[in-house]
């Protein structure tokens, strides 16, 4: 890969991932501010502290490459403005899995107290380190998986591998958004009046959006970890799974929220619920099913078309 575009693609990813850093940054200053935040113990407070400087450690991280690249290297794409991308959104992934841990843990021992709190925020931690360092650091020490390969793909893998980590970046800012508004909402006065079953499905929302989040932010993990950077064809292969497999928690969060609301808006738990599920039909079928059953069907023609031409 020429060392521009290597470079840029560097640049991206950390732009990518910095949008989820500034949406939980500006939950935990917000959140401070609300109402119901008085309410949370002295323990919860602490770790809400701990989690800004966490967050703030992250920041600076993705941050620090762009001046570097300016300061330090006059603009150019030298080698050692690449490393210093790389080496940087390595260490970022710490502080901001940590705080994401921590944000967790602050919402969930509000609502349900220390001991649910702790579990999530610890479950949260761990599978977004497993996501974010552990795939990445895996496929690094697999044998072969450096090598340079093409699949006999139309499109170049330089381009597919780009328009993937594009997909990401579009689809992430929307995801990282409504987890931000999701974090703050069980802050406010009025959440507390919502029965207990739609405490339930808001968790069980915020939970998938985050999850949706952390699977879109893996892609460019991976790439920095395991292939520092470079085009690789199993690169592309785990990156387009972990963007699509984002749809489907991000659908769970989405349709949360709308039962939320409707629940809120007409006091009825059979509209909320059958608008919930509507919603994640509608969503799961747009982004998931509709694609899927094209997909099979362009295969199954293209099969029909080659046992025509031999034939």
């Not at 940087?88 to 502080?95: E, R, V």
């Not at 139309?154 to 689809?171: F, H, N, W, Y």
């Not at 029965?195 to 968790?203: L, T, V």
Request: overall charge neutral.
């Amino acid at each position: 890969m020429e060392p521009d575009r290597k470079l840029k693609t560097a640049l991206d990813e950390s732009r990518l991932l910095i949008l989820g850093v500034q949406v939980l940054f500006g939950f935990q200053f917000e959140s401070i501010f609300q109402p119901l935040f008085p309410n949370i113990g002295g323990t919860g407070k602490i770790v809400q502290c701990i989690a800004l400087l966490l967050l703030l450690m992250s920041t600076g991280c993705l941050i620090a490459p762009s001046l570097h690249h300016q300061i330090l290297f006059r603009g150019e794409s030298a080698p050692g403005a690449i490393e210093t991308a790389t080496v940087f959104a390595g260490l970022s992934f710490l502080p901001l899995t940590l705080g994401l841990g921590a944000s967790t843990y602050v919402v969930f021992d509000h609502l349900f107290g220390f001991n649910i709190g702790f579990i999530v925020g610890c479950t949260f931690t761990a599978v977004s380190l497993a996501l974010l360092y552990g795939v990445g650091l895996f496929l690094r020490d697999q044998k072969g998986m450096r090598q340079m390969t093409e699949n006999g793909s139309g499109t170049p893998l330089s381009t597919r591998i780009d328009q993937m980590l594009t997909e990401a970046r579009v689809i992430i800012p929307g995801g990282q958004a409504l987890l931000g508004f999701q974090l703050i909402a069980t802050f406010s006065e009025s959440f507390v009046t919502l029965p207990a079953s739609a405490k339930y499905i808001h968790a069980a929302g915020l939970c998938a959006v985050a999850l949706a989040v952390t699977l879109l932010m893996t892609p460019a993990a991976v790439h920095r970890i395991a292939y520092g950077g470079e085009d690789n064809e199993t690169f592309f292969r785990i990156g387009s799974r972990l963007v699509v497999a984002a749809g489907l928690p991000l659908a769970i969060g989405i349709s949360s929220a709308v039962y939320i609301v409707f629940l809120k808006v007409s006091n009825d738990i059979a509209i909320a619920a059958l608008t919930g599920a509507c919603a994640f039909a509608f969503l799961a079928g747009l982004w998931l099913v509709y694609p899927m059953l094209r997909r099979v069907a362009g295969n199954t023609g293209a099969v029909k078309r080659q046992a025509a031409t031999t034939s």
